[in-house]
């Protein structure tokens, strides 16, 4: 059986913890201390994500995403096959390696999405991104950790509490999605989600598509009005 090999590391700022990108044979895994985060192997729920969203507003001819957490691209990707010409996504990713990889050694993985004319980043955190302007976006896809939950950096837990729902329900245009992907359920965050003014749903979806695979969650909040 192959051993998996140490190809890069890198910071993660804010906090004490390192990214790590292993190989073995074909598959890619990112790493935080040893933690395994993503793999090449298992992206169904991480397009769930994005085709969730896009369901509802990837129509919209000038469609806005933002995309919380670039990962392996997986998500960005997804997003991009479901809107239109004149949409732009951008992805916000704080973690400087990962921007780096997703340009080298993990490009072809999910096709190179950082090469599509719609698709920018914008390196830094999410929530900067989020709080920059009211109304700016048709729909924010958050995939920075493994739930609503700060395990790579315990900032991010601002994102998934009160201030930090609510600021992304300012950032919403009237009927915009805020998408939010999890390892697990969370019955607290569905009732936080709820009471920051969203009309939210937590869909189920498998790690590995229609191959099955874990269930994981995906939280759909639509801002009305």
């Not at 780096?100 to 050694?105: A, E, G, L, S």
């Not at 609503?148 to 329900?169: E, F, M, Q």
């Not at 998408?179 to 709820?194: E, H, I, L």
């Amino acid at each position: 059986m192959q051993r998996w090999e140490l190809l890069d590391t890198g910071p993660v700022p804010d906090a004490r913890g390192t990214m790590e990108l292993f190989r073995r044979g074909t598959e890619l895994a990112i790493r935080v201390d040893g933690r395994e985060l993503m793999s090449s192997r298992m992206h169904g729920s991480e397009d769930a994500l994005a085709d969730l969203a896009c369901d509802r507003v990837g129509g919209r001819p000038r469609a806005r995403l933002l995309v919380g957490g670039l990962g392996m691209g997986f998500t960005l990707a997804a997003a991009l096959a479901r809107v239109g010409p004149e949409a732009r996504v951008v992805v916000a990713e704080l973690v400087p390696c990962v921007v780096r990889w997703n340009r080298d050694q993990l490009a072809h993985v999910a096709g190179r999405p950082l090469d599509d004319p719609r698709a920018s980043v914008f390196e830094g955190d999410v929530g900067e991104a989020i709080r920059q302007a009211p109304a700016a976006w048709d729909a924010i896809l958050l995939d920075v950790d493994n739930g609503p939950k700060g395990l790579t950096r315990p900032s991010n837990d601002w994102l998934y509490g009160w201030h930090g729902l609510k600021a992304a329900h300012a950032a919403l245009r009237p009927g915009g999605i805020l998408g939010v992907w999890s390892a697990a359920p969370d019955v607290a965050f569905t009732r936080r989600v709820a009471r920051a003014g969203f009309d939210v749903e937590a869909v189920t979806v498998r790690a590995r598509g229609k191959q099955g695979g874990r269930r994981h969650v995906v939280w759909i909040g639509v801002r009305e009005g």
